[in-house]
């Protein structure tokens, strides 16, 4: 089992950032995998950001291309914390955002992660 709680959403006007946090408990083999999807009113949850690999080996990470050159997602291990740095945000980036963590996670594909945040809104204004 793995706990995911994301913090740090709030209201910020267009070209500004925000940096989310997702604190991670249970097990950290569960967690291998870790990203961020967003969803919007309407809209289907998407995947914006997932690095996996574990500490003291080589990590990975990749985007959504919407968010990509915007977008950062980190991890500290030794606080058990991922984090989804937003710059230049845009009222098109407002939504829920969502931490998720799965074993393995070959795409962003939500269908793929088996444990979710409750998650944390952003709100862009122009």
């Known amino acids: 089992q793995v706990q995911l709680v994301e913090s740090g959403g709030g209201s910020v006007q267009a070209g500004g950032s925000l940096r989310l946090s997702c604190a991670v408990s249970?097990?950290?083999?569960?967690?291998?995998?870790m990203a961020w999807f967003r969803q919007a009113p309407g809209k289907e949850r998407e995947g914006v950001a997932r690095?996996?690999?574990?500490?003291?080996?080589?990590?990975?990470?990749d985007y959504a291309d919407s968010v990509k050159g915007r977008f950062t997602i980190s991890q500290d291990s030794a606080k058990n914390t991922v984090y989804l740095q937003m710059n230049s945000l845009n009222p098109e980036d407002t939504a829920m955002y969502y931490c998720?963590?799965?074993?393995?996670?070959?795409?962003?594909?939500?269908?793929?992660?088996?444990?979710w945040g409750q998650g944390t809104q952003v709100t862009v204004s122009s």
């Open positions: 998720a963590a799965n074993i393995h996670c070959p795409t962003l594909s939500r269908t793929l992660f088996n444990y």
């Open positions: 249970g097990d950290a083999y569960s967690s291998n995998c």
């Open positions: 690095i996996y690999g574990r500490a003291g080996t080589t990590t990975y990470a």
